[in-house]
């Protein structure tokens, strides 16, 4: 009796086991994630717990508009988390987005104290460090679509002038969502999509900051391909050749021919690497 006893829980075990196993296993990958070396926990420590603590209540604090945001513990093992969703993702996938990447981004950055993760549809921080407002410090992440546009200079100046129109209504959302959607006509008859966004807690100028700094720094880096995206935790942008939003997307007028080049000349730069996290993505760091 005993011994079956036994074999049962050793076989409801592995069950359970296998279960954790699939469930773990079955989040998508990160778009990016950046583990950060600089300073990690020890299992079972208090900080270990704060995450954990924090993390599970990283849900319930939606602001309404897919804003997340929730700090616990005191001095040390302060744990400050956040999260944001893409501001046309509908609550559904907004609520799935986070969840996978409570259980995914632990799993990848078992010791770090602070990481983030970046899918399509949201990002998820978390930090010893308090995550609020744009410093100008942290580095952005770019990628690229290595498909090359057919007239670089004319869609380049569309893609600019579209990103930075962007760049204006989305800091201007106000203090609940700070995010914008258009779409401009690019070369040989493209339309250029693009979306722009920021945190909600950033004033107006932190957020128009931080995206001018992301297009400029963008712009310099990238040699004219067809789709791409810069990552901060505080503020991003995308811009592909096809929709790939949901919503609305207003209408930004294509600039006027070229008295001027708003671009600097191309900067010699050694090819990027191919991002083994988005297989169709080049890494222009
Ligand atoms: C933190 O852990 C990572 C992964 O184990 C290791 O590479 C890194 O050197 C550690 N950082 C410190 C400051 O110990
Ligand atoms: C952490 O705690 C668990 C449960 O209390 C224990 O089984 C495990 O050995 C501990 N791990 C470390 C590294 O202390
Ligand atoms: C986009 O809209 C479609 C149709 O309404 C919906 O099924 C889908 O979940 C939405 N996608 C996101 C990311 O919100
Ligand atoms: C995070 O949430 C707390 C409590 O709701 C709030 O006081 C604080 O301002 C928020 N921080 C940010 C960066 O939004
Ligand atoms: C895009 O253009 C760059 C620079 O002109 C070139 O090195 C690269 O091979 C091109 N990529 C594709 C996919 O055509
Ligand atoms: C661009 O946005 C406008 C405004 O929503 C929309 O009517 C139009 O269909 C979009 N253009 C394309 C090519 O999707």
């Known amino acids: 009796m005993f011994i079956l006893a036994g074999k049962f829980f050793l076989w409801l075990f592995s069950i359970f086991m296998y279960l954790i196993n699939t469930i773990t296993l079955a989040q998508p990958d990160f778009i990016y994630y950046d583990c950060q070396n600089a300073a990690n926990y020890t299992k079972n420590s208090t900080y270990q717990r704060n995450l954990e603590t924090s993390l599970s209540a ?84 770019n990628l690229v679509n290595p498909q090359n546009a057919t007239d670089r200079d004319r869609f380049t100046r569309s893609l600019m002038s579209l990103l930075n129109e962007l760049g204006r209504e989305a800091a201007a959302g106000g203090p609940l969502r700070k995010f914008a959607t258009g779409n401009t006509s690019g070369p040989d008859f493209t339309t250029i999509y693009g979306l722009a966004q920021c945190t909600p807690d950033l004033s107006e100028q932190e957020c128009s900051d931080c995206l001018d700094d992301s297009v400029n720094q963008f712009a310099i880096l990238y040699r004219g391909e067809n789709g791409g995206r810069s990552l901060l935790p505080v503020c991003n942008f995308r811009y592909e050749i096809f929709r790939f939003f949901n ?39």
Do not use: H, W
């Not at 919503?247 to 990027?272: N, Y």
């Open 58 to 141: 990283l849900p319930n604090t939606n602001s309404g508009f897919g804003f997340y945001n929730f700090s616990t513990g005191n001095g040390n093992d302060r744990v400050n988390s956040m999260a944001l969703c893409r501001g046309d993702v509908d609550s559904n996938s907004c609520r799935s987005c986070l969840s996978d990447s409570i259980v995914k981004l632990p799993q990848i950055c078992p010791v770090q104290r602070e990481a983030i993760g970046y899918y399509d549809n949201c990002l998820l921080q978390y930090s010893d460090n308090i995550i609020s407002g744009y410093n100008q410090q942290g580095t952005n992440e």
């Open 247 to 285: 919503g609305s997307t207003m209408v930004i007028p294509s600039p006027p021919p070229p008295p001027i080049s708003l671009v600097s000349p191309p900067v010699q730069k050694p090819p990027g690497n191919i991002d083994s996290y988005y297989s169709n993505i080049l890494n222009l760091d």
